[in-house]
């Protein structure tokens, strides 16, 4: 069925807001954005009535750990981290996501639409992340990219696993050692592969080190956890060394360097912001981080890093980054298409834009507003969360049970 959601404020965020706006729904994409004037609804279309409302893409989430570590259940739940190898390159987060997590409700009802799951940062390689759509009864249902990028770690948490059992690394320098072996490894293990290959001779394949030549050809890009900034100079040491696309994730301390950041065009996605300061690396953590660095020309994106700050408050996060600073466009940049880009998922979700997926949500209000909410989420064409204003309370489409 085609839909139309008419007559609303249209942010389609790589272009100019229209007030009174359409958007024009077919087969699940985005056929038409524009002046209602201008966007001719077909008959038959079910019309959405967004008149005194706010339009924008569902939000994407560009780092967290929705489905790996599940709320609510405890041990059983969490599959965040696989801390028996440092090297977990051939481990995949798309293995381990359960699409029933509460979790992913609770995106919608943040009108979170698409998030990038990722292995936690225990091991200096942690594993494949997997970018999915909030809603789908399997993940391959929900499947946007696999993978996305492969998860590495720096600083406190990796050399805290091992060291307490009295492993390789124990030490900052032993981190950075564990990445550029097995970096180093993959780079031989690619020129025997071709070697082999040329020769029409049998190889043995090593699905870990098949992962990092990926990484080294520069089809995956190499996600790097780091909050203080001698990591983030050691991230990018590496990535110099080896030659991979960076993204440097969470970089508490990445206002220090904002410019160098800058200057290397490295990509970032800050976060979590709403949290204490829980450990040394983070005592420089300020919501005037991604202000700071989208002053200074960084690409930024938010995450929550779900469930550290549940999903649903990634806009809320925001909205208090506005506050300290950062500019209202960056702001919502920061949260859909700046992540897409970030992360390869621009020819799918980000924006409203014609021939991208129809993930659109209909706000009460202005979103940076904190008194808005999501009161219609729609993935791929399909409303799949609804609020009621009058009950006070919202609902999510049962991918299991409910039928057409």
Same mark, same amino acid.
Do not use: C, M, Q
């Given at each position: 069925m085609d839909i139309a959601i008419t007559s609303g404020y249209v942010v389609p965020v790589d272009g100019d807001p229209v007030d009174g706006g359409t958007v024009l =729904? !077919?087969?699940? &994409? =985005?056929? #038409?954005?524009?002046?209602? !004037?201008?966007? %001719?609804?077909?008959a038959g279309a079910r019309v959405v009535d967004a008149a005194g409302k706010w339009v924008l893409p569902g939000f994407v989430e560009a780092h967290g750990h929705i489905g790996v570590h599940e709320e609510s259940v405890g041990w059983a739940g969490d599959d965040t981290n696989e801390m028996t190898d440092p090297n977990g390159a051939r481990m995949r987060a798309?293995? @381990?996501?359960?699409?029933?997590?509460?979790?992913?409700?609770d995106a919608l009802a943040g009108g979170v639409t698409s998030s990038v799951i990722k292995p936690g940062s225990g091991n200096p390689i942690g594993g494949q992340t997997v970018a999915v759509k909030c809603w789908g009864r399997s993940m391959e249902d929900r499947l946007l990219k696999e993978p996305a990028s492969v998860k590495s770690a720096l600083g406190e948490n990796p050399k805290r696993v091992y060291g307490n059992k009295d492993r390789l690394p124990s030490t900052r320098q032993g981190v950075a050692a564990v990445i550029r072996d097995a970096l180093t490894k993959a780079q031989?293990?690619? #020129?025997? &592969?071709?070697? @082999?290959? @040329?020769?029409? %001779?049998?190889?043995?394949?090593?699905?870990?080190?098949?992962?990092?030549? &990926?990484?080294?050809?520069?089809?995956v890009p190499w996600c790097q956890h780091t909050h203080r900034a001698d990591d983030i100079h050691t991230a990018i040491r590496l990535a110099d060394e080896f030659g991979y696309r960076l993204v440097i994730?969470? %970089?508490?301390?990445?206002?220090?360097?904002?410019?160098? =950041? #800058?200057? &290397?065009? =490295?990509?970032?996605? !800050?976060?979590?912001l709403m949290t204490s300061r829980s450990k040394l690396e983070v005592s420089q953590r300020t919501l005037a981080n991604p202000g700071i660095l989208d002053r200074a020309g960084v690409k930024v994106a938010l995450t929550t890093d779900h469930p550290v700050i549940p999903i649903d408050f990634l806009i809320y996060q925001a909205i208090l980054c506005v506050k300290e600073g950062l500019d209202r466009d960056s702001a919502i940049r920061a949260i859909t298409l700046n992540p897409a880009e970030i992360m390869g998922l621009e020819d799918r979700v980000g924006a409203l834009r014609p021939g991208l997926d129809a993930d659109v949500v209909v706000w009460s209000g202005d979103p940076l507003d904190v008194m808005s909410r999501a009161l219609q989420v729609f993935v791929g064409g399909r409303e799949v969360y609804t609020f009621d204003e009058g009950a006070g309370r919202g609902e999510a489409l049962d991918p299991y049970y409910r039928e057409d």
């Open positions: =729904i !077919s087969d699940g &994409r =985005i056929t #038409a954005v524009g002046p209602g !004037s201008e966007v %001719t609804v077909p798309l293995d @381990a996501v359960n699409p029933a997590d509460l979790g992913f409700v031989d293990y690619k #020129a025997k &592969r071709d070697h @082999a290959a @040329a020769e029409g %001779t049998p190889f043995d394949r090593d699905n870990t080190l098949e992962v990092l030549v &990926r990484v080294l050809e520069g089809e994730n969470h %970089t508490t301390e990445g206002h220090l360097l904002a410019d160098e =950041i #800058a200057e &290397r065009g =490295i990509p970032v996605i !800050s976060g979590p």
